[in-house]
C-alpha cells in the first residue's frame, strides 16, 4: 500500500518589526535576553537550554554551539546589541556554569522558553519560529542562502531552500 504524501507547509515567521518591538518592550533581563539571543543567532531551543558561559566569546564576538541537533558544532556570530543585553543579564542573574539558569535546575528549560515567547509576542507564537524568522530576515537582507545554511547548521541545502518561498 502506498502511503499518501506528508503535507509540507511554509514556516509561519514573526514580522520583523513587531519582535524587535516586543523585544524592547521586555523589563526581565533574563526573558529580553533570551528571545533577543535566539532572534539573532537563529538558535534552536535546545541550543540556548545548552549555551555554557565558555561558548561565548566576547573578543572575536562569536558564540560556539556544541553538540547540537546531529551532534554536529557550529559558530555564530554575535552582535554588539546582543552582547550588550547579555552583559545587563550576567550583572543582573550571575549564571555559574550554564548561560541561563533554571529556577530549580542548572538550565533553563525548554518549556519555559516556550513560555516566555508565548508570554511576550503572543500566544500563537512558539519559540521555534524565532528561527524562522531570523532566517528568513537574513534572507531578506540579501544573504547567500549557502551562508544561512551553514548559519542554521543544516546538512542540506534544500532544508534551507524552504525560506525563499517565505520571503
Known sequence: IEYP????????????????????KITNAKHKAII????????????VCN???????????????????GGKDR???LSD???????????????KEFLFNGQFDLRYSHTSCNQIVK????????FHLL?????????????DLRIIQKHLGHSSSKTTEIYTHVS
Open 51 to 69: 549555551l555554557k558561559i565558555s561558548d561565548i566569546d566576547s573578543k572575536r564576538m562569536i558564540i560556539t554551539i556544541r553538540q547540537s541537533k
Open 131 to 143: 528561527r524562522h524568522s531570523n532566517a528568513t530576515a537574513l534572507l531578506e537582507a540579501g544573504t
Open 5 to 24: 504524501r506528508s503535507e509540507r507547509k511554509l514556516p509561519q515567521i514573526i514580522e520583523k518589526e513587531f519582535l524587535l518591538d516586543a523585544i524592547s
Open 81 to 95: 546589541k546582543i552582547l550588550e543585553i547579555l552583559r545587563i543579564y550576567f550583572t543582573e542573574y550571575q549564571p
Open 75 to 77: 559558530i555564530v556570530g
Open 36 to 47: 533577543a539571543l535566539a532572534y539573532s543567532t537563529g538558535m534552536r531551543v535546545s541550543e
Open 119 to 126: 508570554k511576550y509576542l503572543g500566544k500563537e507564537y512558539h
